[in-house]
């Protein structure tokens, strides 16, 4: 048996796991709410409430766990990409943490983790992708197709080349006036809504690259002039306006992965990051690959968005091929 302690810190949610080989026995989350104020996450405030989360968050996960700290095997930390003064409170605590028990450190890379956790095995009868397969990572800051070869064997595909689907749930919400995240929210309005009461072009780019500014300032122009002729434009149309952006956003995205999978013959279509989260994209992806008679893979729900199960995970597999880390590390803010 393999015990870790996997920690992520690389926004703005303090987690922490405990992993038992490829099994999660505890995954603890504090959201900070301290950001919903400023529309935004604020960097130095992330990092003072990770410095305040992080010892409860790793206290409880022990506890849910049922293990002791001599029990585990390693320690892991998301080395990056994200906030930096977020990354070094969960990078610090954990050198301190593996130093003290005399066990290994492991770096993970977030945006690995995220596609990773499609390996979390906590139940039996639960299917695993095979390699090769694709995975459209979608989250705040990335937007890319992989081709999944092996668990540390990547290739990028695909990938936005302005603004991140995520980026552009949240800043569709801003316009409408929703509160930071409004990734979630417009999810949730739009289940009352109707998606084909609004339309907005699609960004027509080559290959399977994504592009989403333009789609962002066309809703943006479209919103501000509706507002000219009825300042209550978009309270009275919330449902629909999200229903409508929400369903360009993920025709957007399907599209690219469908065109992938035929272009690269494969036929095991994963998602992950916090945009998987998105109950549309789930069902859409879910009925075309039935359609298709291809395999969909859809992280469970506490999975998708960010998560130290994740990072469990990811370490798991590093151990397994004694990839430890030396203690001088230091994160890294941008994606490698
Ligand atoms: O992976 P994640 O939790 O953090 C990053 O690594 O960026 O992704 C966060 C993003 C945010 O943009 C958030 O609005 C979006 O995921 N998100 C959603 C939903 N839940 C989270 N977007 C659409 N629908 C959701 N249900
Ligand atoms: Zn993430």
Redesign the pocket.
Known sequence: MTYILAIES??DDTSAAIICNNKILSNVIANQQVHELYGGVVPELASRAHQQNIIPVVDLAIKKAGIQANQLNAIAFTKGPGLLGSLLVGCSFAKTFALSLNIPLIEVD?LEA?ILSHFIKDTDEQCIPEFPFLCLLV???HTQIILMKDYFTMEIIGQTIDDAA??A??KAAKIMSLPY????L??KFAKEGNPYTFLFSEPNISGLDFSFSGLKTSFLYFIRDNLKTNPNFIEENKNDLCASIQHIIINVLLKKLIKAAKQTGIKQLAIA???S???ALRDRLKQTCDEMGWEAFIPKFEYS??NAAMIAIAAYFKFLKKDFTKLNISPYARSK
Do not use: Q
């Open positions: 690389s926004c977030h995220h989250s705040g800051g995520g980026e749930f949240d995240p409004g990734g979630p417009v999810d990051g916090g945009v989260a998105n109950s968005t960010d």
